[in-house]
């Protein structure tokens, strides 16, 4: 079976701060991989390493090589227009355009120049349906985004993510915003669409990357310290450091 | 108690010191309505100037003003807007960006009359425009620049950054995601901001003065070479009269411009209005 995504020996720097060291991880198709790690430890950054939403980041630098799909994702011909078609991202906090529910969903299409009704309208409705949001606002597209909740908001931020049918889905805590009835609907969403996609999802929480997760990596101080299956990691950690963090005793 | 006491203190100083302005204003603005408003018709509006106060309006005047604010906005809010685009989005880090953003904070502070003599060295001497409007247009657009330009950035700062990342992490380019998502959403304040360099700009006496306003024009401007009068022109020009008569006159055409200024003013506030029940964070 093939890797969809592999990192090898990746390091990053901020300036003179070594933020990841040597990361090397290899992730299959339609899994979900959690990462856990206290605050600093260097999830997000590798997260955010996946869609090159590091580049904007004064003084980031990085080695090492990222491939999806066994392509380099930083080489030089690469461009990242294309990169995040492929990779999707949900933040931490929902974050809707200040548009329609419609526009908010078809953007991603808008901007590569689709502009043919039909097909936005299409898209739109199926995106929505996966995002388990279609029911609750079929009726109000033309309503302002902002006027949803925090959990339609980021569901609606799932659905403009679908819409331009990435293979990657990267989580950036995508529900620690969230009241506990809308952290079930989104986790049940990825359960969904595990069968797509391929879903990487930071979280703080541990009792969800062990609800959600087939494999959890534990960072700790920009290393990867242990990457197992979710299960080993919460039952039968090899590493100390992950014993002690899954175990409360630090974090 | 002396805290008490202190604070009081300084809320009634804070009270008097607001009022005191206000007063001010107020003084001002009755003793020109009163000097006047009895002046005012349409036949004011509509007549050209002339040596006998009864007869003389300020229509030229106003033509002459329409004109300038009118190249003014053409020229100014393109240059102006872009360039707040660029130190905000693109020049960020640069050592050069650095130095322009304080000149451009420090040009907002420079006289007026200074943009006037430099329009003249530049724009009527250097160019040969002459004493035309577009000479004029261009003097004050130097000026009211820095203003449009600090309006943008703070608008376009005021955009969440949480939007650029959702706009990016879709795929979109960076000019995507200023014209499709950051500028609509700072819309607002850059008009504001737009129309606020206008209307300092319709009081600006000094820098025209220096750069060739006339103060007697029997005629409207035809073209952007032609010459030109301005409101607040024909305003000194009245008031430096001996006739009283003329006093009166500009005492209505004061009420005039302050009408102007004011409507515009308004005009902004309502547009800010309406842009954040658009666009709600």
Redesign the interface.
């Known amino acids: 079976m093939s890797y969809k995504l592999t990192a090898d020996h990746v390091n990053v720097w901020y300036g003179n701060f070594h933020a990841l060291k040597d990361i090397s991880i290899r992730i299959r198709p339609n899994t979900v991989t959690a990462f856990i790690g206290p605050s600093g430890c260097g999830k997000s950054t590798f997260l955010r390493l996946i ?1 090159r ?1 590091n580049d ?1 980041i ?1 003084g980031f630098r990085m080695d090492g090589h990222i491939l999806i799909d066994e392509k380099n994702i930083y080489a030089k011909r690469v461009r ?6 492929e990779v ?2 949900v ?1 931490q ?1 929902p ?4 548009k329609t529910i419609f526009d908010n969903v078809v ?2 299409l808008t ?2 120049g689709v502009k043919d009704k039909h097909t936005l309208e299409e898209a739109c409705e199926s995106s929505l349906r996966q995002a388990a949001l279609w029911d609750e606002v079929k009726d109000n597209l033309k309503k ?1 985004a ?1 006027a949803l909740s925090g959990g339609q908001q980021q569901r609606l ?1 799932i659905a ?2 679908l819409a ?1 049918k990435p293979t990657v889905i990267l989580m950036d805590e995508p529900a620690s915003a969230l009241d506990p009835i809308s952290t079930a609907k989104i986790e049940e969403l990825i359960a969904e669409l595990k069968q797509h996609y391929t879903i990487i999802i930071v979280t703080h929480n541990m009792q969800q990357a062990a609800r959600i997760s087939d494999r959890t990596a534990f960072f700790y101080l920009g290393e990867l310290v242990e990457f197992d299956t979710t299960v080993n990691i919460f039952t039968a950690p090899k590493e100390e450091k992950t014993q002690s963090y899954i175990t409360g005793r630090f974090g | 108690m002396n805290n008490r006491l202190k604070n009081n203190l300084f809320k009634y100083w804070a009270i008097t010191c607001t009022l005191f302005g206000i007063a001010m204003l107020l003084i001002f603005l009755i003793n020109i309505v009163i000097d006047g408003v009895g002046r005012l018709d349409w036949n004011f509006i509509t007549d050209l100037p002339s040596r006998k106060p009864e007869l003389a309006g300020i229509y030229t005047a106003i033509m002459g003003t329409v004109w300038i604010l009118g190249l003014t906005a053409i020229i100014a809010i393109p240059i102006g807007v872009a360039a707040g685009i660029y130190l905000e989005e693109y020049g960020k ?1 640069s050592r050069f960006a650095n130095i322009l953003e304080i000149n451009i904070t420090n040009l907002a502070g420079i006289p007026s009359i200074i943009y006037g003599i430099l329009g003249l060295e530049v724009f009527v001497r250097m160019f040969g425009l002459g004493n035309s409007v577009i000479a004029g247009a261009l003097t004050l657009s130097l000026l009211i620049l820095p203003i449009i330009i600090v309006a943008t950035r703070e608008a376009i700062k005021a955009v ?1 950054k ?2 650029r ?9 960076k000019w ?1 995601t200023i014209s ?2 950051i500028l ?2 700072a819309g607002g304040g850059v008009v504001t901001g737009v129309i606020l360099a206008l209307s300092r700009a319709i009081g600006e006496t000094a820098p025209l003065i220096v750069v060739g306003a006339l103060t007697y024009v029997p005629f409207v401007p035809q073209s952007p070479m032609d010459q030109y009068s301005v409101l607040p022109m024909q305003i000194f020009n009245w008031i430096s009269r001996p006739e009283k008569e003329f006093a009166t006159n500009a005492a209505a055409a004061i009420i005039v411009l302050l009408l102007i200024t004011f409507i515009m003013n308004g005009f902004a506030i309502y547009l800010r209005n309406r842009w954040q029940k ?4």
């Open positions: 869609n939403m904007y004064d990242v227009e294309e990169l995040r078609k999707g991202m933040f906090k974050n809707p355009f200040p953007y991603g901007i590569r302002s902002l931020c403009r993510t331009v | 880090k969440p949480t939007i990342e959702a706009s990016f992490a879709l795929g979109a380019t995507q499709q998502q609509p959403a658009k666009v709600k964070w």
